[in-house]
């Protein structure tokens, strides 16, 4: 029972004290376009999908290769993370920060929210 107990409160301060991941909404993303480098991290197949990517972003498949990515990368940069509905992009968001990046952030909704407010899209 007390271990019970210490486990849930851990957690618990664990959810608490979390930072929240860094977001920009498609709308926003658009607008600063030319100021944010945009980093996919979705799978080549769905790059290359039926709804496309935002063009002008850089494949960097979630794991390795972005583990890779972020070890070599200028922290100082702004970067946007994408996938398709926020879930992915948010743990590179935070892999980033773990990092000492300072500008980073998780675009809210993924390409589901982006396609649903009409923004562009490319297959390129």
């Known amino acids: ?8 409160a851990t957690l618990l301060s664990r959810l608490v004290l979390a930072s929240p991941i ?13 100021c944010l480098r945009i ?11 039926d709804s496309g990517h935002i063009e002008g972003a850089v494949l960097v498949t979630l794991g390795e290769e972005l583990s890779d990515f972020l070890k070599s990368g200028n922290r100082k940069e702004r970067i946007v993370f ?8 948010a743990r590179a968001t935070e892999e980033s920060l773990r990092l000492g990046y300072e500008a980073t952030y998780s675009m809210k909704g993924g ?5 649903a407010q009409g923004l562009p899209t490319t297959q390129k």
């Not at 390409?111 to 396609?115: A, F, G, I, N």
Request: hydrophobic share 40%; proline share 7%; charged share 25%.
């Open 1 to 8: 029972m007390k271990a019970t107990l210490i486990l849930f």
């Open 22 to 34: 860094p977001e920009l909404t498609p709308s926003q993303v658009f607008d600063q376009k030319g």
């Open 39 to 49: 980093v996919d991290v979705r799978t080549p197949e769905e790059f290359v999908s």
């Open 82 to 89: 994408v996938c398709r509905s926020g879930k992915r992009s």
């Open 111 to 115: 390409m589901l929210e982006w396609v």
